[in-house]
């Protein structure tokens, strides 16, 4: 599996609009503090968006990341993704 080098979620982000996969990797790497610090909020946004686009890996791991937030969390996570949906 080829890796991606990301600047910034934003920047990875522009490219990801359409593919499932990069947006799956995206949650992964807050998920997981893969070159950046975990944060858990951010990768239920990747996650859900992700599995908006058909990810089915990624709805299973939003789901489990949901149910660790709290109800402040997690409606930013999904403010966070309905913006950036809207955006791209």
Do not use: Q
């Amino acid at each position: 599996m080829a890796r991606i080098e990301m600047e910034s979620a934003d920047m990875a982000a522009l490219g990801a609009a359409s593919n499932a996969d990069i947006l799956f990797e995206m949650g992964m790497m807050y998920a997981t503090g893969r070159e950046c610090e975990i944060d858990m909020i951010a990768a239920h946004k990747w996650f859900n968006i992700a599995a908006i686009k058909g990810c089915t890996r990624a709805a299973m791991l939003r789901t489990e990341i949901a149910d660790t937030l709290s109800k402040n969390e997690l409606a930013r996570a999904l403010r966070d993704a309905r913006e950036w949906m809207t955006r791209h």
